[in-house]
């Protein structure tokens, strides 16, 4: 199964130790940096109006720490609703930019019932300013609108 090859990125879904970084932490660094956005639960969601005059949406959510307690936040951005397996030119297509790209990496992950390719980055928080989380989400988003460009019909910009 194609999917397999892509479990590169799954999100496991734990409580949070009482020590992990928390949405109001986030939205701080976020405003700090300028960067509109929306508390959506236990996560931020921000819209990038990109270049090309597309629109992406990026969310962030804390995940649990390191092993010495370093914070890390989740940065992830939809590319697209998979309806049926990868076919293996586009898991190796994906595995290729993985390699390629300076920030952002592809993965497959099942959310709320559907299975969906996803772009990621997780940060530790601990050396993270404002400006460097703001420019790793914009890059997030920028290479999830190229990957959602290049499997779609190009047109679309349904993310």
């Given at each position: 199964?194609?999917?397999?090859?892509?479990?590169?990125?799954m999100?496991?879904?734990?409580?949070?130790?009482?020590n992990?970084?928390?949405?109001?932490?986030?939205?701080?660094?976020?405003?700090?940096?300028?960067?509109?956005?929306?508390?959506?639960?236990?996560?931020?969601?921000?819209?990038y109006?990109?270049?090309?005059?597309?629109?992406?949406?990026?969310?962030?959510?804390?995940?649990?720490?390191?092993?010495d307690?370093?914070?890390?936040?989740?940065?992830y951005?939809?590319?697209?609703?998979?309806?049926?397996?990868?076919p293996?030119?586009?898991?190796?297509?994906?595995?290729?930019?993985?390699?390629?790209?300076?920030?952002?990496?592809?993965?497959?992950?099942?959310?709320e019932?559907?299975?969906?390719?996803?772009?990621?980055?997780?940060?530790p928080?601990?050396?993270?300013?404002?400006?460097?989380?703001?420019?790793?989400?914009?890059?997030?988003?920028?290479?999830?609108?190229?990957?959602e460009?290049?499997?779609?019909?190009?047109?679309?910009?349904?993310?």
């Amino acid at each position: 199964m194609h999917r397999a090859l892509l479990l590169l990125a799954m999100s496991a879904c734990v409580a949070l130790p009482a020590n992990a970084v928390d949405t109001a932490t986030l939205s701080s660094l976020l405003q700090r940096a300028g960067v509109e956005h929306e508390v959506d639960g236990d996560r931020l969601h921000v819209v990038y109006r990109l270049e090309s005059g597309r629109r992406q949406a990026v969310f962030l959510a804390p995940m649990a720490p390191l092993v010495d307690g370093v914070d890390v936040v989740e940065i992830y951005s939809p590319v697209q609703r998979l309806t049926a397996d990868l076919p293996a030119a586009v898991a190796g297509q994906l595995l290729e930019a993985n390699g390629t790209q300076k920030v952002a990496y592809f993965g497959v992950e099942e959310v709320e019932g559907a299975w969906w390719l996803l772009c990621y980055h997780n940060l530790p928080l601990d050396a993270i300013t404002p400006k460097a989380l703001a420019a790793v989400m914009q890059a997030v988003a920028a290479a999830a609108d190229d990957m959602e460009r290049l499997l779609g019909d190009g047109g679309a910009d349904e993310l």
